[in-house]
């Protein structure tokens, strides 16, 4: 494979890994904003859904082809944009790990709620701030490595 190709493929899968993941942190939130726990149950099926399809396999191939275009490019890994995009893409890694389980486990809970026509559990609320607040810092370190990846050669790295 050709550096060229796998740099599209790399920033192709990017765009994958960020938009399928804010789209998905989007429709979530506003589901859950609308207290309607069918809406809230069908959106939180898609979600964990979108993850599977689309967020896990981006996951996998970022540092695959990124590692992969390092090697071509005979970069050592103590660069300092690669160093900064590989602990932040760790950051983004350790909340999104548990962002995961807390998806699955609201999928459940609004499930039963609305096959029961019951509230949504305080549990439920309480995972979904954890998994908002998860969110944030994965968001921010996402902006951060796709800034490194655009402006690496304008800050002199």
């Not at 998994?131 to 800034?147: D, Y």
Request: include cysteine.
């Amino acid at each position: 494979m050709t550096y060229l190709t796998l740099k599209y493929l790399h920033i192709l899968s990017m765009v994958l890994l960020f938009g399928t993941g804010l789209g998905s942190a989007f429709y979530k939130w506003m589901a859950d904003q609308s207290g309607n726990i069918e809406h809230i149950a069908v959106t939180n099926r898609h979600v964990v859904l979108a993850d599977w399809l689309f967020t896990t396999p981006t996951v996998i191939f970022q540092p695959i082809s990124g590692l992969w275009m390092v090697y071509l490019l005979q970069l050592p890994l103590s660069t300092p944009w690669i160093a900064w995009s590989l602990g932040l893409y760790v950051v983004a890694g350790l909340c999104w790990l548990p962002v995961v389980w807390l998806q699955i486990q609201m999928r459940e809970l609004s499930n039963m709620a609305a096959a029961t026509h019951t509230a949504l559990p305080a549990l439920y609320w309480y995972y979904a701030r954890w998994w908002f607040w998860l969110g944030v810092p994965a968001f921010i370190a996402m902006v951060a490595i796709v800034l490194l990846m655009v402006f690496k050669t304008m800050v002199g790295w």
